[in-house]
């Protein structure tokens, strides 16, 4: 039961029905209050479990520093093979180019002998 005071000012703040609704709510909640050990054990589980989830993001922490480091050698080892194969290409192409323009001047060469 509350302790008298406490009763009384309760009384006081409430009207009769709700005064005696909440003692009736107190008094079935009797014996399932936390004591502090409750807390104390409490607390001790929410911190190992705390200290397993820190441990937990430091891992993936970890293996995300690892991925962008291989990510960020890809990309560069990428940028190497795509210059060098713009460099073959523009090779190729100026090789093609020359080719063209070379029979163009064959071809012009041979129209001017034909014609007089």
Do not use: H, N, Y
Request: hydrophobic share 45%; glycine share 4%.
């Amino acid at each position: 039961m509350l302790l008298f005071d406490t009763g009384k000012k309760l009384e006081k703040a409430f009207t009769r029905e709700q005064f005696e609704a909440l003692v009736e709510m107190l008094e079935s909640r009797e014996g399932k209050t936390a004591t502090k050990e409750d807390l104390r054990e409490t607390e001790l589980r929410l911190q190992l479990e705390i200290e397993k989830v820190r441990g937990e993001t430091e891992k993936v922490r970890a293996e995300v520093e690892q991925t962008k480091a291989r990510l960020q050698a890809d990309i560069s080892q990428l940028r190497i093979d795509t210059a060098r194969d713009l460099r073959e290409m523009e090779m190729r192409m100026v090789i093609k180019l020359g080719g063209m323009l070379a029979a163009c001047v064959a071809a012009t060469a041979a129209l001017l002998k034909i014609m007089p």
